[in-house]
């Protein structure tokens, strides 16, 4: 099963926290099937959260990958190496880096090849500003966003798009869920009409999701799961959020 409901930890957690959260997840996680939840931790925590989930299925990824393979780049951590940690798959594009770290379209793309390349799961964040939703401009800035991360590669054999407005995130609030559906119809449209060679696996959505918002999410048929930030860090929440998923869906 694919990656439906992910957990964003961002700049957060500790070996205690880690212990906690999994006791709490695991306590009210109602489902048997683990493979379609996915964690990405701080890297430096990876082998301990696979170290306590090993039994479970659980997949476990990092929140972002170096767009080179080796090299004299202080700090940062290639595909290859996380997939040598044993992750499934990694975040890339986020709107955080993409403002903080002046992530381009064009790096975003170089690393789309690196994930590819070591069979890695890239989970390519996209997503428009305030003031270009307020524009009526998302539509354009999501398909330049697409075209440019994806135009010159050949192939990709597996991708999930997450579509995370950036006004939404850490607001509390979001677009309506028939909004949100129709943009994802019109993600799934672009890839598939242009890129008939991209293994399109699924359009997440992030962007202030809770189990308050969950029920009207995961009843729209094109929100094929959530990248989920601050109520992630909740194992409680997380848990009965994808327990909303799993009821509507699996």
Known sequence: MSLCIVANWKLNGSREFNQKWALEFLKHFNGNNFSSVGIAPAS??????????NDYGIKIGAQNIDFLETGARTGEISASMIKDLGC????????????????????????????NKNSVIPILCIGESAEENQANNTFNVLKKQIIEALQDIAELSSLIIAYEPVWAIGSGKIPNSEEINSIHEMIKDVVQSRFPKIGLESVLYGGSVN????????EQKNIDG????????????????????????V
């Open 44 to 53: 430096i925590y990876i082998d301990h959260l696979k170290e306590i989930l």
């Open 88 to 115: 499934e798959f990694s975040i890339i594009g986020h709107s955080e880096r993409r403002i903080l770290f002046d992530e381009t379209n064009q790096i975003i793309q170089k690393k789309l090849i690196q994930a």
């Open 211 to 218: 189990l308050k918002n969950a029920y009207s999410l995961f």
């Open 226 to 249: 959530a990248l989920i930030g601050g109520a992630s860090l909740d194992g409680r929440e997380f848990a009965l959020i994808a327990n909303v998923f799993n009821e509507l869906r």
